[in-house]
């Protein structure tokens, strides 16, 4: 049998001794209006995505939102603890989000990356996306809305003093040499802004008719598409003119130690944007204002809804019997409310 040896999900501790109690009025301890709880560890039988060997990291992690009826609808959060439950010490660790947005119709997206929220953002290549108004199904036709992930808290953090995202880079769903990671190191390569072959993404420059690739010139750089598609001359995938497609996108944190037994908190956002808007007429504007609002109400969260109680509930004292009358002692049988 399964035998639990420690504290798992979070809950108030009213009496501060340890100890699960329910019916002491003690409850889970979540965020949002309504919120999922999980945990999951590296340390299985095998890893047959990436061939790598288990660190013996286990996660525990919360996803919660708000229903409120303002921006914060938008926001979806997810709150992880990492913690190192081998008797190893690491250093130069990562974490990294692999995000495949898909949004609406999967061929005909792009990526681009804001800083200020460390925030890797998935928006469409035209502004119809599917490019026949709202077909093949599942497209959102014109006017399509954008989605980001934006990293709220990181290692490193101090106060209002935030790190930098360590990369924001991306491959397509091929094989080529921008293509799907099939094993352990290009896993690692896509995590420190490089490609599978280990060559380092690069900046290269817009120019009129032809597309950006970010791997074959300019200098090496750790985030790609940091401009906004509403401005022709900036870095985007818009102003480049790339061919849309299904692509994944990797957002990582910087590097950091995990000693043997510790452990770090990182949370994350998904962010929507409503009718923001494709190339070329789309902008990042709309989408920074739900980050923004993540970011807000994570650090000055919305004060918890008023509980539900039970309500309408009808007083009666009506009392029925049967058979009536009653003929027999012990015949009493009651139908009563």
């Known amino acids: 049998p399964l035998t639990i040896t420690e504290d798992m999900a979070p809950f108030v501790d ?45 996660v525990h992690a919360m996803s919660y939102a708000y229903s409120r009826s303002t921006l914060i609808d938008y926001v979806v959060y997810y709150d992880y603890t990492i913690i190192n439950k ?48 709202g077909h093949p199904v599942n497209s959102y036709g ?25 990369s924001f880079v991306y491959y397509n769903n091929d094989n080529s040499i921008i ?41 090496d750089y750790n985030y790609v598409y940091t401009g906004d598609p509403s401005d022709n001359t900036g870095w985007s995938e818009c102003a480049c003119n790339n061919n849309p497609g299904d692509k994944i996108s990797i957002l990582s944190s910087n590097d950091f130690a995990m000693p043997a037994g ?12 409503d009718s923001s808007g494709g190339c070329p007429v789309g902008s990042f504007n709309k989408i920074k204002i739900v980050a923004d609002t993540a970011w807000k109400n994570y650090y000055y969260p919305p004060a918890p809804l008023p509980p539900s109680g039970v309500h ?25 409310r």
């Open 14 to 58: 009213i009496n501060s001794n340890g100890n699960y109690e329910p019916l002491l009025g003690e409850y889970p301890d979540v965020r949002g209006d309504e919120a999922l709880w999980w945990v999951f560890s590296d340390k299985g039988p095998s890893h047959t995505q990436s061939s790598g060997k288990p660190f013996g990291i286990e």
């Open 86 to 133: 081998s008797a190893n010490s690491y250093h130069d660790m990562r974490v990294a989000l692999y995000d495949d947005i898909d949004l609406g119709y999967y061929l005909d997206d792009y990526i681009g990356f804001d800083s200020v929220w460390r925030m890797g953002i998935g928006y469409n290549g035209t502004n119809d996306d599917g490019g026949t108004f």
């Open 142 to 166: 014109i006017h399509p809305p954008m989605a980001g992930i934006t990293m709220i808290v990181l290692p490193g953090d101090a106060g209002t003093s935030y790190v930098p995202a360590g």
């Open 179 to 219: 293509g799907n990671p099939t094993v352990d190191s290009q896993y690692n390569n896509y995590m420190r802004a490089k490609l599978r072959n280990g060559q380092h993404f690069k900046k290269d420059s817009p120019m009129p008719g032809v597309p950006c690739n970010a791997y074959s010139s300019g200098p």
């Open 262 to 273: 510790s452990s770090k908190h990182i949370v994350m956002a998904l962010v929507v944007a």
């Open 312 to 336: 309408g509930i009808e007083k009666t004292t009506a009392l029925h019997i049967y058979p009536n009358p009653a003929t027999k002692s012990g015949q009493l049988a009651g139908n009563g």
